[in-house]
């Protein structure tokens, strides 16, 4: 067990609607990282965030957006929703070390359906 | 455009054999890979790393081989056990402190007993 936990486990959405997906990372960890994985696919990086401020985005649309608290918990928000946001949504926290490995730590996700 | 490819979609080996995924990639300025295991649901869970300046990383029967002139790296687990049966990603990073990775689509391994 990693320590990150995600709720809720799973989410059905219809189509324009938002939705808020929430991660509660280790204690001490100062990074989290956001992961949409389709089905069949790998984990796609959707940003990162450290000590509450984004530290780096991938290639999602603005309408993904998120949160971090200074309790190590954060949200990932998704408005707009369109059907092929469906998908697990994985967060991963890390210790936010400036040199060297940074290894991350799942959670076990939240499946989101749009319909 | 995948930029990490894992070719085999599944894998079965008989356990106590040699089990060999493998993953490809294709920008040169990844530097930095690691292999995570993922049991259905539950997130995925990091198993062994390697940077660049190395060729082969070990740990215990986990061993990791990079080529970097093909680029290449492949994941060797010996012997394999039951318990090894999971869906693996191979993930590489150009990031200088390897936070930011991207992940290939998987390899389901199932060890047959």
């Known amino acids: 067990e990693t320590g990150v936990t995600q709720s809720p486990t799973h989410l059905i959405k219809t189509r324009g609607q938002q939705v808020t997906l929430r991660c509660s990372s280790q204690?001490?960890?100062?990074?989290v990282s956001w992961y949409q994985q389709a089905l069949g696919q790998g984990p796609q990086f959707i940003f990162q965030y450290y000590r509450e401020e984004e530290n780096g985005r991938g290639n999602f649309p603005p309408r993904f957006s998120g949160l971090q608290f200074p309790n190590y918990s954060s949200e990932l928000n998704v408005n707009a929703l369109e059907l092929d946001d469906s998908a697990l949504y994985l967060c991963?926290?890390?210790?936010?070390?400036?040199?060297?490995?940074?290894?991350?730590?799942f959670g076990p996700g939240t499946r989101l359906t749009v319909l | 455009d995948q930029q990490v490819k894992q070719n085999s979609p599944s894998l079965s080996v008989q356990e106590g054999r040699i089990s060999i995924l493998n993953c490809d990639y294709t920008?040169?300025?990844?530097?930095?890979f690691l292999w995570y295991k993922k049991y259905p649901a539950e997130g995925p869970t990091f198993l062994i790393s390697?940077?660049?300046?190395?060729d082969k990383n070990e740990d215990g029967r986990f061993t990791v081989f990079l080529n970097k002139s093909a680029k290449h790296l492949s994941l060797h687990i010996v012997p394999s056990q039951p318990g090894d049966s999971a869906v693996y990603f191979c993930a590489a990073s150009a990031d200088n402190y390897g936070q930011n990775f991207v992940f290939g689509p998987g390899t389901r391994l199932s060890v047959l007993p």
């Open positions: 991963a926290s890390s210790l936010g070390r400036t040199s060297g490995t940074d290894t991350q730590y």
């Open positions: 920008n040169s300025m990844f530097d930095y």
């Open positions: 390697i940077s660049s300046i190395k």
């Open positions: 204690s001490g960890h100062n990074t």
